[in-house]
């Protein structure tokens, strides 16, 4: 037996990706317990990020200023856009360093399955993007999924009227990855995409 209240933070802990019943339950007796030093400040972190954090409007980051802080920073190529599905794969390109152009977060994948077509995800606004480059190019970093395939064709094929040079990210061997432990689909991509030394 729970107090509606305890109940009530479970269930939402439970919806956060990772988290199943146990472990929400475990999570909310740690936040109860260091209420002081974890729960309130947590709290308090949620309701300022809830009140202050938008996407940017220009490339569907996440920041408390729109434009956002990529999108502003006059040090990166405004020739160059990278595709991506997601804010967490943005993120991801970003601790990688070795990007220094603007991106564009589609906001998902096309999926048949799931009803999500192009309609549903800021395709039109990347075209519309990529018409403005001047000898630009767009990068499709989407995953190497079904999904992300098909969604990577759709927007090459949609992509091509634009202009812009259109390239993918490569996909095959993890740097410190040992052949015999990869699965198929991914040696026959690093064998595809090989390229001269």
């Known amino acids: 037996m729970t107090s509606p209240e305890l109940e009530q933070l479970i269930q939402l802990l439970r919806k956060l990706p990772g988290l199943g019943p146990r472990s929400a339950r475990r999570a909310a007796l740690y936040l109860i317990k260091r209420r002081e030093a974890v729960m309130l400040p947590l709290a308090d972190a949620l309701v300022r990020a809830a009140a202050r ?18 999108c502003a920073d006059p040090e990166r190529d405004p020739a160059t856009i990278c595709v991506v599905e997601e804010v ?13 152009g603007r991106y564009h977060v589609l906001g998902g994948m096309l999926s048949a399955i799931d009803g999500i077509g192009p309609e549903d995800l800021a395709i039109a606004t990347l075209i519309a993007r990529a018409r403005a480059l001047s000898d630009g190019e767009v990068i499709l970093a989407t995953n ?10 759709y927007l090459s094929d949609a992509l091509t009227a634009t202009g812009v040079r259109l390239s993918r990210l490569a996909h095959g061997v993890p740097v410190g990855g040992e052949l015999d432990y990869l699965d198929d689909g991914t040696l026959a991509a690093a064998l595809s995409a090989r390229r001269p030394i």
Do not use: K, M
């Not at 569907?60 to 200023?65: K, P, R, V």
């Not at 190497?144 to 064709?153: F, L, N, R, Y």
């Open 53 to 70: 954090i938008r996407p940017c409007s220009t490339c569907g980051n996440l920041d408390t200023i729109d434009p956002c802080a990529i």
């Open 88 to 100: 967490a794969d943005l993120w991801a390109l970003e601790r990688a360093g070795g990007y220094r």
């Open 144 to 153: 190497a999924t079904v999904e992300g395939q098909t969604t990577a064709h």
